[in-house]
């Protein structure tokens, strides 16, 4: 049974940082590229960032270059989405995508 499980959302001041984690089961992680997308409220999802299958390459959305970074770990199968300089327009849900599936999100919500 394939999971993607992800944590580390929550509340965030302006200019503040969150980490989030995305752990999955199920198939072979290490083989497969991993991507992060968001979805605020009454807009479409939209792809935030994503890694090749080593690690090697990673490509961002142009309004969250040089603020996100991605990364991965194939030994403990988890993709991490580091955010730093956080803006109140990067309120969403943000859910990991491998394959055709999908993660149940996590709210991170960025206000004063």
């Known amino acids: 049974q394939v999971q993607l499980v992800e944590s580390g959302g929550g509340l965030v001041q302006p200019g503040g940082s969150l980490r989030l984690s995305c752990a999955v089961s199920?198939?072979?992680?290490?083989?497969?590229?991993m991507t992060w997308y968001r979805q605020a409220p009454g807009k479409e999802r939209e792809l935030v960032a994503h890694?090749?299958?080593?690690?090697?390459?990673?490509t961002y959305a142009d309004s969250v270059k040089g603020r996100f970074t991605i990364s991965r770990d194939n030994a403990k199968k988890t993709v991490f989405l580091q955010m730093n300089s956080l803006k109140p327009e990067d309120t969403a849900v943000y859910f990991c995508?491998?394959?055709?599936?999908w993660g149940q999100g996590t709210q991170v919500t960025v206000s004063s």
């Open positions: 199920g198939f072979t992680f290490s083989s497969y590229p």
């Open positions: 890694i090749t299958s080593g690690g090697g390459v990673t």
């Open positions: 995508h491998a394959r055709n599936y």
